[in-house]
């Protein structure tokens, strides 16, 4: 049973920095797209970042590109996504996920329960 367990979010002022962390369990993930999405309150979920978890080659939402950056570990079969200059409408519930092919079409086949990052002005 695939498992997605996100931690990390939390409370930070705007220009500030947090680091999300998603452990994956009960598969080999070696083959597999892992991303990071949020969802505002009121808004669709939207993609914010993927890794490719053999060729580490990553890609962004242009919202994102140059503050956050996504990252493995193999050892740990964890993803990270690093968050700095944050701004208020960063303020979402992060989900981690997890694809066999990509998660960039909004429809992987895995989900974590999401952590919730709130920016203050």
């Known amino acids: 049973q695939v498992q997605l367990v996100e931690s990390g979010g939390g409370l930070v002022q705007a220009g500030g920095s947090l680091r999300l962390s998603c452990a994956a369990s009960g598969r080999t993930f070696s083959s597999y797209a892992m991303g990071w999405f949020r969802q505002a309150p009121g808004k669709e979920r939207r993609f914010v970042a993927t890794?490719?978890?053999?060729?580490?080659?990553?890609y962004y939402a242009d919202s994102v590109k140059g503050r956050f950056t996504i990252s493995r570990d193999n050892a740990k079969n964890t993803v990270y996504l690093q968050m700095n200059s944050l701004r208020p409408e960063d303020t979402a519930v992060y989900y981690c996920?997890?694809?066999?092919?990509?998660?960039?079409?909004?429809?992987?086949?895995?989900w974590g329960q999401g952590t919730q990052v709130t920016v203050s002005s």
């Open positions: 890794i490719y978890w053999d060729t580490g080659n990553t």
């Open positions: 996920a997890a694809d066999p092919r990509t998660v960039r079409d909004g429809r992987p086949d895995y």
